[in-house]
Nanobody, 123 residues
Framework: QVQLLESGGNSVQAGGSLTLSCAVSGYIDCTYDMSWFREAPGKEREFVSGIVSDRVTNYADSVKGRFTISQDNAKRTVYLQMNSLKPEDTAMYYC?????????????????WGRGTQVTVSS
């Protein structure tokens, strides 16, 4: 089974920092392009950041300059460093597998989405 497991969510005050992690279980020779999304109560799930080939990154405008995505392929883990957090960053954060290689069943996640980790930022 290939599963995603997020961690690192917490409650912090505005201006604080958190680092989220998303580990992908499975075979060591599998690699993944991944993204972070978030979903606030009453709002649609939105893209936060993505990473391709371990180095090409992109960010939503709302988090540019504050969040940094990185990946450790050896650990099959993607990170989201979040600085200068704002109350509007409060949401459930989900990681997602966008692509995997090699294109074999042993690398395919059972569900491309993790279960989420809660981030709450108080003013």
């Amino acid at each position: 089974q290939v599963q995603l497991l997020e961690s690192g969510g917490n409650s912090v005050q505005a201006g604080g920092s958190l680092t989220l992690s998303c580990a992908v279980s499975g075979y060591i020779d599998c690699t993944y392009d991944m993204s972070w999304f978030r979903e606030a109560p009453g709002k649609e799930r939105e893209f936060v950041s993505g990473i391709v080939s371990d180095r090409v990154t992109n960010y939503a405008d709302s988090v540019k300059g504050r969040f940094t995505i990185s990946q450790d392929n050896a650990k099959r883990t993607v990170y989201l460093q979040m600085n200068s957090l704002k109350p509007e960053d409060t949401a459930m954060y989900y990681c997602k597998v966008d692509r995997f290689a090699p294109s074999m069943s042993r690398c395919r996640p059972d569900n491309p989405w993790g279960r989420g980790t809660q981030v709450t930022v108080s003013s």
